[in-house]
């Protein structure tokens, strides 16, 4: 590939299901999609929940790698003992909500909406159903099953490979 | 490269150490070699152990996006201060043993060993040895020492790359 | 892209923002730097605070998936409730500081400003300096603002690309 080559697909593995880690893979699919790749995603262990119907995602506060929250401009350093206590992640939550709102930020379900009609390909991981037992009924329509080999198989047609 | 092209070799940086997240590497890995591709792994930060002879790993609870566990079946919410009890942690990684027993999914000591006689090339980050004073003795035999040149090196010949 | 190709290009989109997972992005930048290759950086969600001017890194004894401190030496397993209390990650982050040092392995900093003088391209997240109201006087100098399509370009251009 001459580094001048133009991408024509991109392919994600999506491994996290917390509100804050669920945006990259569909901000970065919603954007490559308006670009004109072609864009595949494959939803596997945490990832998969992306793809319910209902989704009530929440903020890690424990997993912000910054150990802080961006609260409608504050930056707040939680104590692990503060954001340990029950109440305090949903306190986060609806926080980081209500900024995503402010900041006239897409919401997931849109962004997921938005992905779906660009015709990005949605995968879900069929060893993740069964492990974590999830029910068809509870999932989205259109994503197919597969499994790792659905995903080597699409990256190896990929010029962008990542893993979220 | 033509979006037609077929992979003919993947790399993977595999920096995370835990019950969870040591599954899709070698999952990746095995199934990668299965059909027919080169691959390489170099296990930097904590992934590196991944490599010691006696693995002793741990699920994070913390660490688990959906902040929920999938416990036989039911999909319990552990509230972070629970979570943060000692033994909750011990608790979560024996039922996530047990649920991954009873599905009949196979061990990380098992996925690791399938690697190996695929002969999928494993480098242990000489960097993190040293900083983590790992010793040669408690890592299993076969990995080669390598650094973050070997890893571009590897990286720059293979299809398909990978951080995890 | 044939298996022998070498690579003139790498991607890399940056979303962490502690003290240990500061160290991949920016080793892998100077590395891949010094081999020759045309580096690009996108720092995004968390990850964008390793553009601050003054960096005040925090290890994440939480996030830390084996949950175990290299600790001088001896390797201690932390159990959450007690590196949930106040102090404890800044004991924590003290004690790998110790180390790194003791090590002589390079500071952020200076890998920061090694990546820089070696023209690594870095682009800083629009959106997340919206998201997060940075500021752009608390910034370092240098990077310039971009959105996920810049990220997508960049990575449609580069033989290696990686999320970290």
Redesign the interface.
């Known amino acids: ?1 001459s ?8 392919s ?2 999506v ?4 509100l ?2 669920a ?2 893979p569909f ?2 699919a919603t ?2 999609a ?2 004109g ?2 864009v595949n995603m494959f939803f ?3 990832g998969l ?1 992306l793809l319910k119907k209902d989704l009530n995602l ?1 903020i ?1 506060t ?6 802080e929250m ?1 609260m409608m ?1 504050m ?1 707040m350093a939680l ?3 503060v ?4 109440g ?2 949903g306190l986060a939550t609806s926080m980081m909500k209500d ?2 709102k402010k ?1 006239g ?1 897409a919401s997931i379900e849109e962004l997921r909406e938005l992905a779906i009609e660009a015709e990005v390909k949605m995968v879900a991981c069929q ?1 993740t159903m ?4 999830y029910k068809m009924e509870d999932m989205i329509a259109g994503p197919e099953l597969g ?3 659905t ?3 699409m ?10």
Chains 1, 2, 3 share one sequence.
Not at 83 to 86: G, H, K, R
């Open positions: 590939m580094s001048q080559a133009n991408a024509t697909s991109m994600m593995i491994t996290k299901g917390t804050d880690w945006y990259p901000i970065l954007t490559a308006a670009m790749l072609e596997t262990f945490y929940g929440k890690s424990l997993g912000n790698p910054a150990m961006p401009g930056h104590p692990n003992i954001s340990a206590l029950p305090v992640d900024l995503i900041k930020v060893m069964d492990l974590f037992e499994g790792a080999a995903f080597i198989e990256a190896s047609k990929s010029d962008i490979n990542l893993y979220i």
